[in-house]
């Protein structure tokens, strides 16, 4: 069974700094997905950013970006320019990858982020 | 346009009581999906539908818990005889496809908490 790890329960950065949320995940499987969630106070969860295994090259979304090392199984999330906004809860996902009938995300633990102005 | 909803947003039930939560996915998503998410943890999959059927209800943790999405659309996710172990927030997520990185649309939940 695939498990998704994340071992920092609170970060903390300040506004305008850079951040990083740490993310291992076990699996045999070659190919998946990955995602990084946040969750607001207000509880709706948005997609932050997305990582197909099959591509070498990180993603990036304006002022996040992924370190995918898939040897390792780690897939940490960069925040830079750390707004206000940002403060939430972040959730590191797993999804099995095309060969799978399910479209089922597996979740870590959460980390909160902190941002202090 | 509009995104997923779900009814109601907080229920209080008392212990055995039997509940109904619901949950409107974004018009035209295929693919729907319940967790179910402890206070201060991650969410926890439930259960998965593809049009009006349901493929895939390994997460529900016991036969109390029945989910169906008769028309392919809106879903209900019934907890029968609930237990204070079923106190938690219930989430309800919608895709336009199960297929490739599709991103999975949240609802804001219902919290449940049982007396």
């Known amino acids: 069974a695939q498990t998704v790890t994340q071992s920092q329960p609170e970060m903390s950065v300040q506004e305008a700094e850079t951040v990083t949320l740490s993310c291992t995940y076990d699996t045999s499987e070659s190919d998946y997905y990955l995602f990084w969630y946040k969750q607001p106070p207000s509880r709706q969860m948005i997609l932050v950013i997305r990582?197909?295994?099959?591509?070498?090259q990180n993603a990036t979304e304006n002022r996040f970006s992924v370190n995918f090392q898939k040897a390792a199984k780690s897939f940490s999330l960069k925040i830079s320019d750390s707004q206000l906004g940002d403060a939430a809860m972040y959730f590191c996902a797993y999804r099995r990858g095309p060969s799978s009938n399910t479209g089922k995300l597996i979740f870590g633990q959460g980390t909160t982020l902190q941002v202090k102005p | 346009g509009a995104g997923v909803s779900q009814s109601p947003r907080y229920k209080v039930a008392k212990r055995g009581q039997d509940v109904a939560l619901r949950c409107d996915p974004i018009s035209g998503h295929v693919s729907l999906f319940w967790y179910q998410q402890a206070l201060g943890q991650g969410p926890e999959f439930l259960t998965y539908f593809q049009n009006e059927a349901q493929l895939d209800k390994s997460g529900l943790p016991s036969d109390r818990f029945f989910a169906e999405r008769p028309e392919g659309s809106v879903s209900t996710l019934k907890i029968q005889r609930t237990q204070q172990e079923d106190s938690a927030v219930y989430l309800c997520?919608?895709?336009?496809?199960?297929?490739?990185?599709?991103?999975?649309?949240f609802g804001p939940g219902t919290r449940l908490t049982v007396l």
């Open positions: 997520a919608s895709s336009l496809l199960t297929a490739g990185p599709n991103e999975q649309f």
């Open positions: 990582q197909e295994a099959y591509k070498q």
